[in-house]
């Protein structure tokens, strides 16, 4: 019995990464990737199936990213939604020597400083996953679930502004997704312009 | 001694923070203008902001592309003076950034209003203000605002200012607005094309055509236009971020006019 559970395993992995598209889009299985971790554990995508998993690009220089961590709009989702089981990756496409791209203390401190909650945040200085994702500007959000189909991907809300005082009035996209997907509801908004800096991909 | 030692420790540290701050207020600096030093009681009138853009950084258009925010102007008026119509906008320039591109400016950049006041208004003076908002841009993006007002006379008889001149060139520059019937669009899954069967008199080449909609196209494809004898196609790709095109968009032209002149116009078309 074991022997069968662990190939029907090896079978739904061995799945997932077969159909997982190059390019992320809606409705589609969302692409493989492995990145290493601020604290040197390296994550799979694929270690997640089963799981819901929000994909965060972030760079905590850029204004927009600060609107949602000085407000703490972006530590209560994660906080929300961990406490829920689900896996929140936040990653950073910056290069080296680009803003948003830190040394190991300096991350530590930031991120000690805002509070942050992610689950993992994953360095991705080569800007492979960002691409794969589409990702054009921090925050550029990313949902996925459990059978790692891509069910949102876009904007954080609609308020497209630098301004703290937005985030209260706005729709949050990625809240919506999640408890839509998690209730067994229909994503009625599964994509949206994302908006914010762009992100600090190797040079041109 | 040791005083001196700790006066001269405090103020080396004042100095190495003072130059290590970097300021971003010299970025963008905001003025206004109008072409009218009097304006002639129930007349139209025209007020400029311009955006004056430190070197290499950008500001954005009114669709920013890939990131950034479109500039945005809030006018405060008296009453008896509104705005007419949208503001008049300079057709963009591409920037491309890491394999994104934005709309914007890299430049000065002005952007203009019509205003229209009521006859029987009793004013003699009048003040319009303008609170402009945008992002300035280079390696780094920096929110900024500020306020600039200007005070206008009122009276019988129009009085031009010494601005008028580079306003009526500015909008004899800024792209005109034309009312398509027959151009439309059609849109799949993938793709938008574009096809432009009436077009102003003068065109004689079509070189660009932006979606000034946001978030329509996927604006790192490169559009592919096609001029022919009665009519112009352009291609573009949808934004992967879009769920449903809309029934009606707009767009903008550039074109070279036959004789031989860059010019550009804004219309919307519809599907």
């Known amino acids: ?39 040197g554990v390296e994550h799979n995508l694929s270690d997640f199936a089963g799981k819901y998993v929000v994909l965060e690009w972030v760079n905590y220089d850029c204004p927009f990213v600060k609107k949602h961590y000085e407000s703490k709009n972006m530590q209560k989702l994660q906080k929300e939604f961990t406490e829920k089981g689900v896996v929140w990756l936040a990653v950073c496409s910056s290069a080296e020597g680009k803003q948003g791209n830190f040394s190991k203390e300096e991350l530590m401190k930031r991120q000690k400083s805002l509070g942050t909650a992610e689950t993992a945040y994953l360095l991705d200085e080569s800007g492979k996953v960002g691409k794969m994702y589409n990702a054009k500007t921090t925050p550029d959000m990313a949902v996925i679930n459990p059978a790692q189909e891509v069910i949102y991907l876009g904007a954080i809300d609609n308020i497209p502004s630098a301004d703290k005082s937005d985030v209260d009035k706005a729709d949050n996209y990625v809240r919506n997704a999640l408890y839509a997907a998690m209730s067994g509801k229909t994503v009625k908004v599964k994509s949206s312009k994302p908006y914010g800096c762009g992100v600090k991909y190797a040079n041109k | ?33 109008s072409n009218v030093k009097q304006i002639q009681r129930g007349s139209d009138f025209y007020v400029a902001i311009k955006l004056k853009v430190a070197d290499e950084w950008h500001v954005y258009w009114k669709n920013p592309g890939d990131s950034g925010l479109p500039t945005e102007v809030k006018w405060n008026t008296p009453k008896g003076v509104e705005a007419e119509g949208g503001m008049i906008w300079q057709a963009p320039e591409r920037i491309e950034w890491s394999g994104m591109i934005n709309y914007g400016f890299e430049h000065d950049v002005y952007l203009i209003q019509k205003f229209k006041t009521s006859r029987v208004s009793d004013m003699k003076t009048l003040e319009i203000g303008a609170e402009v908002s945008w992002l300035v841009c280079k390696e780094k993006c920096i929110p900024q605002d500020d306020k600039v007002s200007i005070q206008l006379s009122v ?15 500015l909008l004899g520059t800024a792209p005109k607005k034309f009312k398509s019937v027959k151009s439309t669009f059609e849109a799949d899954d993938e793709g938008l094309e574009i096809e432009l069967t009436d077009m102003p008199n003068d065109v004689k080449t079509v070189n660009d055509i932006f979606i000034i909609t946001d978030g329509v196209s996927d604006n790192s494809f490169k559009t592919k236009i096609e001029n022919s004898k009665n009519e112009v196609t352009a291609e573009f790709k949808i934004s992967p971020y879009i769920d449903t095109v ?24 519809s599907n």
């Open chain 1, 1 to 39: 019995m074991k022997k069968l559970s662990i190939i029907i395993a090896m079978f739904m992995l061995a799945a997932t990464t077969m159909f997982a598209s190059d390019h992320a889009k809606v409705g589609e299985k969302a692409p493989q990737f492995t990145l290493t971790d601020s604290k």
């Open chain 2, 155 to 169: 009276g019988d008889l129009f009085e031009k200012s010494v601005y008028d001149e580079m306003i009526m060139d």
């Open chain 2, 246 to 269: 809309p029934a009606e968009i707009e767009i903008l032209v550039l074109y070279e006019d036959k004789n031989g002149k860059s010019k550009s116009y804004e219309t919307i078309i």
């Open chain 2, 1 to 33: 001694m040791k005083k001196y030692i700790i006066i001269i420790t405090t103020v080396l540290l004042a100095f190495c923070h003072n130059t290590n701050a970097e300021s971003y207020d010299d970025l963008v600096d905001v003025n206004i203008y």
